[in-house]
């Protein structure tokens, strides 16, 4: 193709086009250099006083929140503002862990961040920490101990050595199962994982299709990656029905579809009088989430406070509420922390410790989706 | 307008077998300059995504294409080495071919029933097929679920009791094959009528009636006459719809898990969704660039279908005029049958939506048991929900100038394409098109980046040009068919005529492709105002709109009330693209009666 007088089209307007298109382009590809994130005061020489803390989060006016839960945002505002005698705005919307991890790095590099509030679990938390934008180590226990006394525990909970006193705990991801009470008796529930493969449950468990919450069992003592694997082997001999992702098998339960799975909670439905239950497997592997305020934040004192409070006084509120959410299990006094170890007294709970543990989890999950569905 | 007719009709007779360019946006000899610009239009909304696309499947890892962490070939090492990727790709050739035929031969029938006949309920039945579209995928297919699911599924329930069969399960199983293959079939098929329709609608009658002098019977005529003439349209819907199925993952992902049967798109929606993980961009994107190189490939079979594209121009100068068929005795029977599909692709998942709106908590299938509890409640939460009314306001701002601007482009697209016919053109067309290619994770995602240090970032714009990528493949090839079959002779009679380009813009062009130009309008606006992957990835407080209310209600927090306020919600999206398909094609006919 020529340029010429034919093209209606002078050399100069040519190169305009072309310079903007390859300049798009080049952004596109490219992206910008990472914005170096201010330092939120993580690493403050004087500690602030609560006091401090509180004032520049009513200026501050606004906490955006990144979560799975966007439809209990209103609850939580008007309480958290009650409760602290603020007016400040809680807003969000619907980001799956991975997508807000996405969002944050992609923001961050574009210079202009928006997130406030995350709860990664650790695999995530791992690659906020490699893009540089998880926060530095805070003193939370200082700042809030005196208004918040719990925080100790809700910061102390965080195990994996590189995230403590980083973050305080968000929730944790406790893998129960649920049952269809008109189906099964709770006597003939399975009461251990390998039970899933045993020749009564065959046809009658819904089970991710990832495997999901097998590779968790990399965190108890005596499992390995083998005897991971070998178990999902069973379970898939024993012909479960798969599902893709935690919700819907916790839904398939609910309407019918399977019998029992080993994932969901079923506490709204079955106060609505549906005929289903939460039971305990054991071991019991816990994912925790961190309620996370990176280092872009754009309100990083709201965003404190507010992980805080909803870390601490959020899961009593959702309880007093009756709205469906995962444990927090180091508040001993709540009613779900209170049910696991009453529905089973010598429940052996665990947690991820180290980050070698949260790689080889994920290595074993991109296994288990391939042996059992094929879609890993 | 029958005077310019004749006109058109003798002055081309009197040129005949002449060729022109490009005639009708000649744009006062500017018309390479057009191309530039449209083709620059296209360097930042598909080049952009396809580098994107290309660098992140050479990223290792989790990476985002534009960290430093190195090119590797990793990706592809491990897709190509890795057995199941060609399980993946048979299991999905399989699925594709099954769900193209059954839609193709289900929009097929429908499309030649509303636009060649004298069916009655023409209009309802256009309008009942365009307004199924903006249900979700994933909204149908639950309702399928529910209906042929082995254990709660209200047919099989009902077989068992009439067999009087003691089973807890079967006989019939959704999570199958031939499940995915059948729900897929029903749900694109309105897709494949939008194409199909128009199509039909602007043939020419007198070449049946021709072969019917000939002695052919009816059916003889449309199997060697219509079909023939078909040929580019028909190889349209079979590379969109193959293509699409290649990427397409509700269907698969509501049924293919647990039938045992994965497909490319869902290990695609896998690597870039996980519930807990970072996803997997890398092998995502390196997946999107099979999907491409099987489209480009799917593209040059198209086009050498359509390489002598004159053959197929149906609509002359020498007297054009749609003409209908009779049904005679046929006309009750088809009318059955197309009520019939209708029933089951639309009626029966409607009815169990709409049902589940009725319900006061988590869903629970019909029986005279739940009929005490049930309500209308679901409505008065979604009416009383946060940012309802602005996620509406926003939808119909972001819905009305996403499907405008797509057409709008995808138009000039196809009209340089095809009239040009030079190599500039058929690359504007293939580069178009390649956006049905990529995925729409990594395609938002391009936009994210390219975008979010303007002011628009976080806004409703932002969402209208992550939505633009979506539709321009599909409206291109829509818009495409379209332009072929108008013969050039029309518009060198109107200018013989005496007519300038806007006159026979308007008075000519712009009837001809009018209907094309709504189906496809409807298309865009259907399809975004569900969309879910863009309004996510690129929401902000300031942009929700219902797609992303929808997405938070169905599909990650379908607890209790939720869901059955989710169905309310889709009910309504059901209802108002129903109005506007109706509104819309009385003003085609209104516009076409004036033609005629």
Known sequence: MTLGSKTGLNRRTFLRIVSTGAAALCLASCGGQATTAPSTGAAADKVPSFEEVLDAAKQEGTVEMWTDRPDIQALYQEAFNKRLSTNIKVTGFNLRAGEAATRLITEARGGKPTGDLLQPSYDIALDIERS????????????FGKEFPAIKDSVEHIKVPIFKGRAPTMRDVLYHGVYRTDMIKPQELPKTFEALGEPQYKGKVAFDNRGTPLEYLVIVPGWNEQRIIDLARNIKANAPRFFPGS?????????????????????????QGQPVDNYYLDPTPVNTLLATVPKTAPHPNAARLFAVWVSLEGPRLLEEKKIEYRESLWQKDLVTTKALYANRPDAKVYYFETPEQVTTSNAVRDKLAGILTGTG | MAL???????????????????????????????????ASVLALFVGAPLVVLILTSLRPGAALPFEDVGLTPSNYLTVFADPSTYRLLGATLVYAIGSTGLAVAIAGVMAFLVERTNMPLRNGIYSAMLASMAL???????????????????????LRNLLGSRAQEGPLDIYSLWGMVFVTGLAIAPTFFLMLAGLLRRMDGALEEAGRTAGASALGAIRRVTLPLLTPGLGSVVVYGMLILIQAFEVPLALGVTAGFPVLSLRIYILTQPDMTVPRYGLAATFGMLALVIGILLMLGYYRIVRVATRFQVITGKGYRPRRFSLGRATYPALAGALAYLLLAIGLPLLILFWATLMPGDYQPPSLDVLPSLGLSSYARLFAYPKFLEAVVNTVIVVVLTSTTTVLLATLVAWLSVRSRTAFGKVLDVTAFSTAAIPGIVSTLAVMMIFVATPIYGTIWILVVGMLIGGLGFVTRLMSAAVTQISHELEEAARVSGA??????????????LPALVNSWLWVASHHMRNFTVALMLASTRNVVIASLLWELWSRGSRGTQISTAAALAILMVAALLAVATVLRGYTERVEGRLA
């Open chain 2, 500 to 513: 300038r380009s806007l006159m026979v813009f308007r008075r000519v062009i712009f009837p001809l492709l």
């Open chain 2, 136 to 158: 979700p995928p994933l909204v149908i297919t639950f309702g399928w679920v529910l209906l042929l699911d082995q254990r709660i599924g209200l047919f099989n329930v009902w």
């Open chain 1, 132 to 143: 540089k934008l998880f926060p530095d180590p805070y003193p939370w226990v200082e700042v």
């Open chain 1, 247 to 271: 919700q819907q098998v916790r839904d398939a339960v609910v309407n019918g579809q399977a019998v029992l799975s080993a994932a969901g909670d079923v506490t709204e439905a079955k106060q």
């Open chain 2, 4 to 38: 310019i007719g004749r006109r058109l009709a003798l002055t081309a007779q009197a040129v005949p077998g002449r060729r022109s360019r490009l005639s009708l946006p000649r744009l006062a000899g500017k018309t390479p300059a057009l191309h530039l610009a449209v």
